[in-house]
C-alpha cells in the first residue's frame, strides 16, 4: 500500500497531539508536519511533500476556509480534508466549493478518518454520515421555504396576469394573447414582466415552472 504524507493543521494543541498520535501508528501513514494556523501551514507546506492536508475550520491569522483557498492555488494537486466541529451547512458547502475534497466531523471514528483520508487521497470526495445528513436536511429546508416564498408571491397575480399566464402556456405569443384579450401587444409585455418581477425569476420558462409546480396552469 502506497504511502499517503498527512499534514495536519489545528490551532487546539491537544486535539493536534491526538490526531498525530492516532495516525504516526498506521504503515501507510505519514505525518508531514502540523502547524497552528492556515498562514503557518502556508509556510511549512513549501517544499515539503504533502498529499494530504487536514485542516480546521476556526483558527487564528488565517482560518481554514482562507487556508484552502491559498493552498488551493499553489499547490492544486494537495487534497484537502475538512476535519472540524462545524457541523452547520453554510460552512459545508463554502469548503467543498473552494475545493476541499472532503469533510468530517471531529468525533469522527478512527476508521472513518482512515477511510476518509484514504478517499481523499485517491482524488474521491468524502463526507461523514452526519455531514450528508445535515446537507440533505438543508437542501429539504430549503424546498420548503421556496415553496412558502412562492405561495407568497403567487398570491399577488392579478386575475388578468393569470389569464395571460394561462396563454403563455398553451404557447401563444404576445401578439396572439393581445389579438385574443383585446388589449395592445405592449400591455401583454408589461403583464409579463411584472409577473417575472413578483415571482423574482429572470424568464418566462422559469416563470411557466414555477406557474405549474404551483398549480397556478
Known amino acids: 500500500m502506497q504511502e499517503i504524507n498527512v499534514f495536519v493543521v489545528d490551532d487546539h494543541q491537544i486535539f493536534l497531539d491526538g490526531i498525530v498520535s492516532l495516525l504516526d501508528d498506521e504503515p501507510n501513514i505519514k505525518i508531514a508536519g502540523t502547524a497552528h494556523s ?25 482560518d481554514g476556509i482562507e487556508a484552502t ?14 476535519l472540524t ?13 473552494i475545493g476541499a475534497k472532503g469533510y468530517v ?24 454520515q452526519d455531514v450528508q445528513e445535515k446537507l440533505i436536511s438543508s437542501i429539504s429546508n430549503a424546498d420548503e421555504e421556496d415553496d412558502r416564498n412562492y405561495d407568497e408571491l403567487a398570491a399577488q397575480i392579478t386575475q388578468r396576469e393569470m389569464e395571460i399566464l394561462q396563454l403563455i402556456a398553451l404557447g401563444l405569443t404576445s401578439q396572439d394573447i393581445a389579438n385574443k384579450l383585446f388589449i395592445s401587444k405592449n400591455t401583454v409585455e408589461t403583464h409579463r414582466k411584472n409577473m417575472l418581477a413578483k ?16 398549480g397556478l396552469v
Open 199 to 214: 415571482l423574482n425569476v429572470n424568464n418566462t420558462a422559469a416563470l411557466l415552472k414555477i406557474a405549474y409546480k404551483k
Open 105 to 128: 466531523l471531529k468525533n469522527i471514528s478512527k476508521d472513518d478518518l482512515l477511510k476518509a483520508i484514504d478517499t481523499v487521497y485517491q482524488d474521491k470526495s468524502y463526507l461523514d
Open 38 to 62: 492556515g498562514k503557518q501551514a502556508l509556510e511549512r507546506i513549501k517544499g515539503t511533500k504533502v498529499d494530504v492536508v487536514l485542516m480546521d475550520i476556526n483558527m487564528p491569522e488565517m
Open 85 to 97: 466541529m462545524h457541523s452547520e451547512p453554510r460552512f459545508i458547502k463554502e469548503c467543498l466549493e
Open 69 to 82: 483557498k491559498q493552498l488551493r492555488k499553489t499547490n492544486p494537486d494537495i487534497k484537502i480534508l475538512m
